[in-house]
């Protein structure tokens, strides 16, 4: 909890800077709540906690129904629970330092041969590296050879693979300096004109491609794996701030972020954090996180995503507390580590 406190200590100049940032010129300030220094160490010390303890007990949460985060038998194709890659680069973000035990189990627990998709590749990336592995040397105990993720996912098609996959993929590649192999079957750059190319009409991204399908959650994971690409092309430039664009409008009055289905909205915590973190990829946009951007708005995304947060550092309506903490604990890295110049997917 040291690191904790001194990270929060740290932030504190930063958020109250974030807090005061000011609203767009055509946007009525008046009642509009923004998350005050103290409100985001609260709430982020309560997640932060729940999230350790999760980790310790390896377990997916405290209540109701809950199961293992890592497991071969529960999860024979992966080893883990969905989401634990965003749960530990979460707690990595913050501060947490991961024990040799927890390393181990990490890699130990996860399920990597030859029919290894693309998403279990790059999720496995980013979590062996969030613990402090090396996702092109990793071992597991017992084995002769060391496994090379990085380039079993250079040598997937992501042609056909849906945005998110594409995006989760370049995501996972930005986490370090990997070596491309040789016979890749695609580069950062080309993976990024390919997320590009998806871009629908409305500056949107769709699971599926389709205009009337496009999300707020598709459309953050585009935008954070497109700048986290670092292509110097105009036309990812323009796609992200396209997809920006998007954000912004997407946002309910709450504040938050969420999906429609059948003539309903759905606003929720992890699309509100998801929503962050792409806010959170470039310094002209950081200032949304915790501001306000739109007639009608009465709260900032932040204020709106830790309203989720209970007292006990749980995440209301989350399916998983390992995607709900997780997700939330990432989106306050993201922002936290944006106020500084960084980036929480820049690990070391």
Same mark, same amino acid.
């Given at each position: 909890?040291?690191?904790?406190?001194?990270?929060? @200590?740290?932030?504190? @100049?930063?958020?109250?800077?974030?807090?005061?940032?000011?609203?767009?010129?055509?946007?009525?300030?008046?009642?509009?709540?923004?998350?005050?220094?103290?409100?985001?160490?609260?709430?982020?010390?309560?997640?932060?906690?729940?999230?350790?303890?999760?980790?310790?007990?390896?377990?997916?949460?405290?209540?109701?129904?809950?199961?293992?985060?890592?497991?071969?038998?529960? =999860?024979?194709?992966?080893?883990?629970?969905?989401?634990?890659?965003?749960?530990?680069?979460?707690?990595?973000?913050?501060?947490?330092?991961? @024990?040799?035990?927890? !390393?181990?189990?990490?890699?130990?627990?996860?399920?990597?041969? !030859?029919?290894?998709?693309?998403?279990?590749?790059?999720?496995?990336?980013?979590?062996?590296?969030?613990?402090? #592995?090396? *996702?092109?040397?990793?071992?597991?105990?017992?084995?002769?050879?060391?496994?090379?993720?990085?380039?079993?996912?250079?040598?997937?098609?992501?042609?056909?693979?849906?945005?998110?996959?594409?995006?989760?993929?370049?995501?996972?590649?930005? $986490?370090?300096?990997?070596?491309?192999?040789?016979?890749?079957?695609?580069?950062?750059?080309?993976?990024?004109?390919?997320?590009?190319?998806?871009? #629908? /009409?409305?500056?949107?991204?769709?699971?599926?491609?389709?205009?009337?399908?496009?999300?707020?959650?598709?459309?953050?994971?585009?935008? $954070?794996?497109?700048?986290?690409?670092?292509?110097?092309?105009?036309?990812?430039? $323009?796609?992200?701030?396209?997809?920006?664009?998007?954000?912004?409008?997407?946002?309910?009055?709450?504040?938050?972020?969420? =999906?429609?289905?059948?003539?309903?909205?759905? *606003?929720?915590?992890?699309?509100?954090?998801?929503?962050?973190?792409?806010?959170?990829?470039?310094?002209? $946009?950081?200032?949304?996180?915790?501001?306000?951007?739109?007639?009608?708005?009465?709260?900032?995304?932040?204020?709106?995503? #830790?309203? =989720?947060?209970?007292?006990?550092? /749980?995440?209301?309506?989350?399916?998983?507390?390992?995607?709900?903490?997780?997700?939330?604990?990432?989106?306050?890295?993201?922002? !936290?580590?944006? #106020?500084?110049?960084?980036?929480? =997917?820049?690990?070391?």
């Amino acid at each position: 909890m040291k690191s904790m406190k001194k990270l929060i @200590t740290l932030s504190m @100049t930063g958020l109250l800077l974030a807090s005061a940032a000011a609203p767009l010129a055509d946007v009525h300030a008046a009642g509009v709540k923004t998350a005050s220094a103290a409100y985001q160490s609260s709430k982020t010390k309560a997640s932060y906690t729940y999230a350790k303890k999760m980790l310790v007990k390896n377990r997916t949460g405290f209540s109701g129904k809950t199961s293992y985060i890592f497991s071969k038998k529960a =999860y024979p194709t992966s080893g883990a629970v969905y989401g634990y890659s965003d749960f530990l680069l979460g707690l990595k973000g913050l501060g947490y330092k991961f @024990t040799k035990a927890q !390393r181990t189990r990490v890699a130990d627990s996860l399920v990597l041969n !030859r029919k290894s998709t693309a998403a279990d590749l790059a999720t496995a990336i980013i979590a062996t590296r969030a613990v402090g #592995l090396n *996702p092109q040397k990793l071992h597991k105990t017992g084995a002769k050879k060391t496994l090379n993720l990085v380039s079993a996912l250079y040598h997937r098609s992501l042609t056909k693979q849906t945005v998110n996959v594409q995006s989760q993929a370049l995501i996972a590649l930005s $986490t370090g300096s990997y070596q491309r192999p040789s016979n890749a079957k695609f580069s950062k750059s080309s993976l990024s004109q390919t997320i590009v190319k998806n871009q #629908l /009409s409305n500056n949107g991204w769709s699971y599926n491609n389709q205009v009337a399908n496009a999300d707020s959650d598709t459309t953050a994971m585009a935008i $954070t794996a497109l700048a986290r690409g670092k292509s110097n092309s105009s036309a990812v430039n $323009t796609a992200i701030a396209k997809g920006q664009s998007y954000l912004k409008n997407a946002v309910y009055p709450s504040g938050a972020f969420g =999906y429609a289905y059948q003539g309903k909205t759905f *606003p929720n915590a992890n699309s509100t954090a998801e929503a962050i973190i792409a806010f959170s990829t470039k310094q002209n $946009t950081v200032k949304l996180v915790n501001g306000y951007f739109k007639s009608g708005q009465t709260t900032s995304p932040m204020r709106a995503m #830790l309203g =989720y947060v209970r007292s006990t550092g /749980s995440i209301k309506g989350a399916a998983t507390q390992t995607l709900g903490v997780g997700q939330v604990n990432l989106a306050n890295a993201a922002y !936290r580590q944006a #106020l500084s110049h960084r980036s929480v =997917y820049s690990i070391k």
